[in-house]
């Protein structure tokens, strides 16, 4: 069920040529929204408004936070502390993971680590938050099946960085499932759509 409240918040033209037009974007902690997308070589970039409701950092180049070799924009997610985590597909048919430690300080702005050794991953992953505050990442693979990993305990390590296990699938899955709501679960998404990033809030099935 869609609520009535729908906001647009108009951007400033800030997609260079290098960048690519899907993103992804964010509601920080501080209310201010940040948008990530993949550029043209391979490396993730940001942009993020100043404060809440605010002008943006910059209408120019944005920064990067590195990537090397990613094939798909990153999949962001806020936890309950306020960390900031980045999954993205690899052109080596991983999924590989950055994170926000503090303040503008990421792990790392060059090659991202992997987070699997599967190495057959085509899909684009769906990123999640459980209701402990673990997240967990799922990933389509050549062989049509889905697989997963998922935090140990919230802010805590990977149950695995090596071959993720199979959720199955029959070997005839085309596409990565969307997560799902739990019914009555309200959650306010942001996208961004010709020029402006939309939220919406749901209010659940």
């Known amino acids: 069920m869609l609520a009535s409240n ?12 290098t960048l690519l037009p899907a993103a992804s974007l964010i509601l920080n902690p501080d209310g201010t929204l940040e ?5 043209a070589d391979g490396d993730v970039y940001h942009n993020s408004q100043m404060y809440s409701a605010g002008s943006w950092y910059t209408t120019g180049a944005w920064p990067t936070l590195g ?18 985590s980045l999954f993205a597909l690899g ?8 994170y926000r430690i503090s303040g503008n ?4 702005t060059a090659t991202w680590g992997p987070l699997s050794s599967n190495g057959n991953f085509i899909g684009t992953q769906p990123a999640i938050i459980n209701s402990d505050g673990r997240l967990e990442v799922f990933a389509l693979a050549a062989d049509g099946n889905v697989y997963h990993d998922a935090q140990i305990s919230s802010d805590g390590a990977w149950y695995t960085t090596g071959i993720w296990p199979t959720l ?18 309200p959650v306010k998404e942001y996208v961004y759509v010709n020029g402006q990033v939309i939220a919406i809030e749901n209010a659940g099935p």
Do not use: Q
């Open 105 to 108: 300080d990421w792990a790392t």
């Open 35 to 39: 948008i990530f997308t993949l550029g």
């Open 91 to 98: 052109s080596d048919g991983n999924v590989h993971a950055n």
């Open 6 to 17: 729908i906001d647009a918040l108009r951007l400033p033209t800030f997609f260079a040529a």
């Open 168 to 185: 199955g699938g029959n070997g005839t899955l085309l596409g990565a499932p969307p997560p799902k709501l739990l019914p009555g679960t």
């Open 67 to 84: 990537g090397g070799g990613l094939a798909s924009s990153p999949e962001a997610l806020v936890n309950s502390s306020g960390i900031v």
